[in-house]
């Protein structure tokens, strides 16, 4: 296997994960792609979604403010106490070079547990904080295009349709599978792990 970013509107992108139950080494070999990936792509977060697979776990490099960086790997984030409200643009490597103001939550504490089974949990605000809601949101199949005030969402529509007649022509192509296989696929590795 190797993994590879899919992009919109790949069917994958709405699948909403279960909890993770088990990890295992050839799920590990999987992150450590998608740590590659995301810095391949100068991404700050990338979810388990966007590499077609359906489990509950995004990657990050977290910085300190000395810009010192951390590798996390999220497993079965979760978000408590939101606060405050800001609007920043936000990108997604599923939508190349499509950027947008969304509205959030300034301020969040994220728990999750790591790839050695440890509960971890921060406390974050500004990009870091906005980035884990844009990731925790890509594990429930929801897309930062879904959070776009009307007047924003029309400006990037014809963007959008770009996207959507390339995935339609990979697909006549042969590059990418039917929905149906898509969706027996994701069932079969969700069985194993979740
Ligand atoms: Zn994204």
Redesign the pocket.
Same mark, same amino acid.
């Given at each position: 296997h190797c993994v590879q970013i899919i992009k919109y509107p790949h069917p994958t992108l709405r699948y909403k994960s279960k909890p993770l139950k088990r990890v295992d080494r050839e799920l590990k070999e999987m992150i450590a792609e998608m740590f590659d990936l995301m810095y391949t792509h100068d991404?700050l977060?990338?979810?388990a979604n966007?590499v077609d697979l359906p489990y509950r776990v995004f990657v990050m490099n977290v910085k300190d403010e000395s810009g010192d960086g951390q590798e996390r790997v999220f497993i079965n984030p979760v978000i408590s106490r939101k606060s405050g409200q800001a609007e920043e643009s936000?990108?997604?490597?599923? %939508?190349p070079e499509i950027y947008a103001p969304v509205r959030r939550p300034e301020r969040i504490v994220v728990s999750a547990y790591g790839l050695d089974g440890r509960e971890f949990s921060y406390a974050m605000d500004g990009l870091y904080a906005r980035a884990v809601q844009?990731?925790v949101?890509?594990l429930d199949g929801v897309? %930062?295009i879904d959070r776009l005030s009307p007047a924003n969402q029309l400006a990037i529509r014809e963007d959008l349709d770009d996207l959507v007649r390339e995935f339609e022509s990979s697909r006549r192509l042969g590059a990418i599978a039917g929905d149906e296989e898509i969706a027996a696929r994701l069932a079969g590795l969700e069985s194993v792990r979740t």
């Open positions: 991404g977060g990338l979810a966007q936000e990108g997604c490597l599923s %939508f844009h990731e949101d890509h897309l %930062f």
